[in-house]
């Protein structure tokens, strides 16, 4: 059983303060993707990553950037956290092709005062 | 890139009715289309997906259909249960990038 872990469920951070988003998993899976979800917006995707320090831009890369140093860890780091970067943040990861299951974390409600 | 569109975005049926979503996408190349059911509080999870070179899948009381001329696919589910009620997502992937989702439909069985 596929197993996406994300650090926190629930955080609350500063507006300035830097913010570290941690996802890890346990099948080896080559890819793995960050994604934003915002009611009326769907799942936006923030970044991904095909391979160990691998990265590539998604949909919605401002403000935000990202770390794969082990192929089991994706994170997600905000900078300099706003108010606007106030969402749900979902990590997921994919074995094989692209063509295949993608297996999501838990979800980390972030809320940036 | 891939664009996907979603319809209805919420959706009201009573238990026992079916439930139909729409999805369409714009990019030729996409072959895989799956769909996430996301209950509340918890992680979306695939529940169905199809594949350019079928134009229907069942599984149960759920079916997905796909039109690849017409560049649009659906989520058919029948004989609603209160635990249908749930956001549904399509997706679409080309297998060159990643997943592109929909917005997303609230789907509520009212029994």
């Known amino acids: 059983d596929v197993k996406v872990t994300q650090s926190s469920r629930y955080l609350v951070k500063r507006t300035g303060e830097k913010v570290f988003l941690e996802c890890v998993q346990d099948?080896?899976?080559?890819?793995m993707f960050w994604y934003r979800q915002d009611p009326g917006l769907g799942l936006r995707l923030i970044y991904f990553?095909?391979?160990?320090?691998?990265?590539e831009k998604g949909d919605i890369p401002e403000g935000y950037s990202v770390s794969r140093e082990k192929k089991e860890r994706f994170s997600l780091i905000l900078e300099s956290a706003s108010t606007n970067q106030t969402s749900m943040y979902l990590c997921?990861?994919?074995?094989?092709?692209?063509?295949?299951?993608?297996?999501f974390g838990q979800g980390t409600r972030l809320t940036v005062v | 890139g891939e664009n996907v569109e979603q319809h209805p975005s919420t959706l009201s049926v009573q238990e026992g009715d079916s439930a139909v979503i729409k999805c369409t996408y714009s990019d030729s190349a996409s072959n895989y289309f799956p769909w996430y059911k996301q209950e509340l509080g918890k992680r979306p999870q695939l529940i169905i997906d199809i594949r350019s070179n079928v134009g229907e899948k069942k599984d149960q009381r759920i079916a997905v259909t796909l039109n690849k001329t017409a560049k649009h696919f659906s989520l058919h589910i029948t004989e609603t249960q209160p635990e249908d009620s749930a956001v549904y997502f399509c997706a679409a992937d080309s297998g060159n990038t990643p997943l592109v989702f929909g917005k997303g439909t609230r789907l509520s069985v009212i029994a």
């Open positions: 997921a990861s994919m074995g094989g092709g692209l063509n295949t299951e993608a297996f």
């Open positions: 990553s095909y391979d160990v320090k691998m990265k």
């Open positions: 099948m080896d899976h080559e890819n």
